[in-house]
């Protein structure tokens, strides 16, 4: 059974910090690559980053503010938020992207409409005050 269950989500004031973590079960890392999504109100789904073959990529308004990680052992999925502004507040998904969409985060938004481009979890509230 193939599964991801976000959490760490919260409401913290500008410039603060927190770490995301996505539980993994049932996913084949040889088929699908891990990455965190956000979509706030109003506002369209969006990449924020991509873990694949031991590569980070980043969307341009968190590159160097957010790190994705990915503990094989452990089967968890990290996002560490740091510097964090009112624009990143939004719910926060982790996905297991099928390999054949993974490629760096404003790509990846062309596609995460269809129905076989990923597993998601249900999703962590983050709130971002200024």
């Known amino acids: 059974q193939e599964e991801l269950v976000e959490s760490g989500g919260a409401s913290v004031q500008s410039g603060g910090s927190l770490t995301l973590s996505c539980s993994v079960s049932g996913i084949d890392y040889s088929s699908y690559c891990m990455a965190w999504f956000r979509q706030a109100p109003g506002k369209e789904r969006e990449g924020v980053a991509v873990?694949?073959?031991?590569?980070?990529m980043y969307a341009d308004a968190v590159k160097g503010r957010f790190t994705i990680s990915q503990d094989n052992v452990k089967n968890i999925v990290y996002l560490q938020m740091n510097s964090l502004v009112p624009d990143d507040t939004a719910m926060y998904y982790c996905a297991a992207v099928q390999l054949a969409f993974c490629y760096a985060p404003a790509a990846m938004n062309y596609w995460w409409r269809r129905s076989d481009f990923a597993i998601w979890g249900q999703g962590t509230q983050v709130t971002v005050s200024s």
């Open positions: 873990y694949n073959d031991e590569t980070p």
